[in-house]
């Protein structure tokens, strides 16, 4: 990683995403030659678990940070608005405004909220480092779901339906392909600004500081800022992710945040390969596809999922893309440091 | 709120407290010495549980059941030290997380498969299922039966870490592992000792909660998550900081519930840990100096 990467390894990092990309791009034409819907609902979550785990992984992958708490920040994503559009249904204003189910405003609304909660849960779980840190976002993580089964009012338990169709701006979005080609453009958004920040000074700061924190203090950098920052642009983006699952579904519920499902984030990013900007998408395709799989075999399909995750941080160490990188790269040596 | 409610919900957040000190017991010495996030803690205790309640299904004797529990938690996990996490202890905790993590889906899911969806019930002997009256309150007597249980497992292991030499082993190995394996202490033997001696206490805990709550999947992950809480505000790897913090958690917790609207009670205690944290990142009393 130290030295400047070969412009093959180059021209193969920055394809890899385009090539994801594309694949996603022709499912719903394959949907349609084959009349089968359902394929746009899977590639549409896979796509949707793309985004969180490629922000997720931009902490964990990158910042060193293991964070337990980013299934709570997809749920408020989708908790803001599944809630605006309910008082856009029922017409009851929330608080001093009216609710809305277009995207354009609850977008951005998701995005303040979880950014806000983001600073404040990650100004204090960064005060910590480590393992102290894994067990403080899981407890958070916790912490929000919680916060999310009290809310009575719009459902608790059983989680929040959304009645009213979702726009975007002036076009319908509640059109399955279309919908799906929103998230896309999200996806291949995120994957940008993810890869732009790891090839930044930012991105270099926070990777110096998972390695050696002493050396980067004793350069004159003080990495908390770093890591906060990293922290609430990683939380947002995954909020954007579950404000998509919620609108795309017409459904968010507390299971969506469960500690769990913070878990199972990790390990899409580790199938996936927290070294490489796209791999978290490769992982999270794999997950969902496997998880599809497994279940229709088994109703028992966690006992077989849970120890094929055993199996994988075992052996696979670096994940789909570095197996990708080795059978892709003539220099076996070039994938290993890469 | 009348005192006699206050002084039955002090207890039974006392309780809790008691239960809480006896998970905490093993994942933060665990913690302490390896440097091992043991998420699987969770899935002891709900093994001691079903263990529990399958005994007393079988042999009708609570007894035997409270005996099998912590026996079947502290044999499984030292089964899935020897085989599984011991490789794990170098490795850094993203790898810890994940290795555990898939321990638990393949738990939880295994013990569905033995014991089916619906959750088991424990019952209590009649010894048990009364009630007792403390300053006048009437009390079921199986709650005070696990206050006091687990008072009494909490001072025998202090007792234990504090001043026999086992326990000064433990401690030096949690304060500092290298030199203390550098001064004769045999760290690995000592931490499989430990590690099936917290599994045992989880299993007994799981058990003693089997007829308050039902014995069923996925009941260990809530009370591991509130039991990384008492690690944390602790201080990994400190015995009597899991004792204070376990109390405190466990009367906050229950008070919490009881003062507060329903959102604002689950979330009093992250909100205590967040400020405790804020004043002593390392927790209360930090084992590492």
């Known amino acids: 990683m130290a030295e400047p990467p070969t412009p093959g390894a180059r021209l193969r990092e920055s394809l890899a995403p385009l090539l994801i990309l594309a694949a996603l791009a022709a499912t719903p034409m394959i949907a349609l030659a084959l009349d089968d819907p359902f394929i746009v609902k899977v590639a549409t979550r896979v796509v949707i678990f793309a985004i969180a785990a490629t922000a997720l992984n931009f902490v964990v992958g990158y910042g060193g940070l293991v964070s337990l708490c980013h299934a709570g920040f997809f749920g408020i994503g989708g908790y803001v608005v599944g809630i605006l559009a309910w008082h856009d249904f029922n017409a009851e204003p929330l608080w001093f405004m009216p609710g809305s189910s277009d995207l354009a405003l609850t977008l951005p609304a998701a995005i303040l909220v979880s ?7 990650g100004a204090i779980s960064l005060r910590t480092s480590g393992p102290y840190f894994l067990m403080i976002t899981l407890a958070f993580n916790q912490m929000f779901y919680y916060a999310a089964v009290a809310l009575q009012k719009y459902g608790g338990d059983d989680g929040l339906q959304i009645m009213s169709a979702i726009t975007l701006g002036p076009i319908d979005v509640s059109n399955r392909y279309r919908f799906f080609y929103l998230a896309l453009a999200v996806l291949a958004l995120t994957l940008l600004l993810i890869g732009r920040f790891v090839d930044s000074r930012f991105g270099m700061v926070l990777r110096a500081a998972s390695r050696n924190e002493t050396r980067v203090i004793a350069v004159g950098v003080d990495p908390w800022l770093y890591r906060l920052a990293a922290f609430v642009v990683s939380a947002v983006l995954t909020a954007v992710a579950g404000a998509l699952l919620a609108a795309g579904q017409q459904f968010i519920s507390p299971v969506d945040m469960g500690w769990d499902r913070s878990g199972d984030l990790v390990v899409m990013a580790v199938l996936g390969g927290v070294g490489a900007v796209w791999g978290p998408a490769l992982g999270a395709a794999a997950f969902v596809v496997l998880e599809l799989v497994l279940s229709s075999w088994t109703t028992h399909w966690q006992f077989v999922f849970g ?9 696979l160490r670096g994940g789909l893309a ?9 220099d076996k040596e070039e994938a290993k440091h890469g | 709120m009348t005192p006699s409610l206050i002084i039955e919900q ?65 044999l499984a996990g030292l089964a899935l030290e020897s085989a599984l996490l011991k490789r794990f202890y170098g490795r850094d905790h993203l790898d810890q997380v994940l290795v555990t993590f898939g321990s638990i889906l393949a738990l939880n899911e295994a013990t569905r498969m033995v014991f089916g969806l619906t959750p088991l019930r424990m019952s209590l002997p009649a010894a048990l299922s009364g009630h007792v009256l403390i300053f006048g309150v009437p009390y079921p007597a199986f709650r005070l039966a696990i206050l006091v ?11 234990i870490i504090m001043r026999t030499r086992i326990g000064m082993w433990v401690r030096a190995g949690a304060s500092n592992r290298p030199i203390a394996s550098a001064m004769g202490v045999n760290v690995p033997l000592v931490f499989a000792a430990l590690f099936a001696a917290g599994a045992a206490l989880a299993g007994l805990a799981g058990v ?19 039991a990384l809480v008492v690690t944390v505000i602790g201080g990994v790897g400190s015995i ?5 913090a376990a109390l ?15 959102a604002l009670g689950s979330m009093a205690i992250f909100v205590m840990m967040a400020a405790i944290l804020a004043i002593r990142p390392k927790g209360l009393f930090p084992a590492h100096g």
């Not at chain 2, 709900?46 to 099998?68: E, K, R, V």
């Not at chain 2, 008072?151 to 007792?159: I, K, R």
């Not at chain 2, 009597?240 to 204070?244: D, E, P, Y």
Request: hydrophobic share 65%; glycine share 12%; charged share 5%.
């Open chain 2, 248 to 262: 405190l958690v466990g009367v906050v917790d229950t008070l919490g519930r009881v003062l507060l609207t329903p």
């Open chain 1, 307 to 315: 120890l094929i995750v055993v199996l994988i941080v075992v052996s």
């Open chain 2, 149 to 159: 249980v687990g008072l009494v497992v909490a001072v025998l292991l202090y007792f």
């Open chain 2, 10 to 74: 002090l207890l039974n957040g006392v309780q809790l407290g008691v239960m809480l000190f006896l998970m905490s017991a093993g994942l933060t010495l665990v913690f302490g010495i390896m440097n091992f996030i043991n998420l699987t803690h969770g899935s002891l205790y709900m093994i001691g549980a079903f263990a529990g309640a399958a005994t007393q299904a079988a042999t009708g004797s609570f007894l035997l059941a409270i005996l099998a529990a912590p026996l079947a938690a502290a």
């Open chain 1, 322 to 330: 570095d197996l990708g990188r080795t059978l892709f790269s003539r």
């Open chain 2, 208 to 226: 003693m909660a089997g007829p308050i709550l039902s014995v069923q999947v996925g009941m260990g992950e809530p009370i591991l998550i509130l």
């Open chain 2, 240 to 244: 009597r900081g899991a004792l204070v």
């Open chain 1, 115 to 121: 950014g806000l909660v983001a600073t404040i849960v």
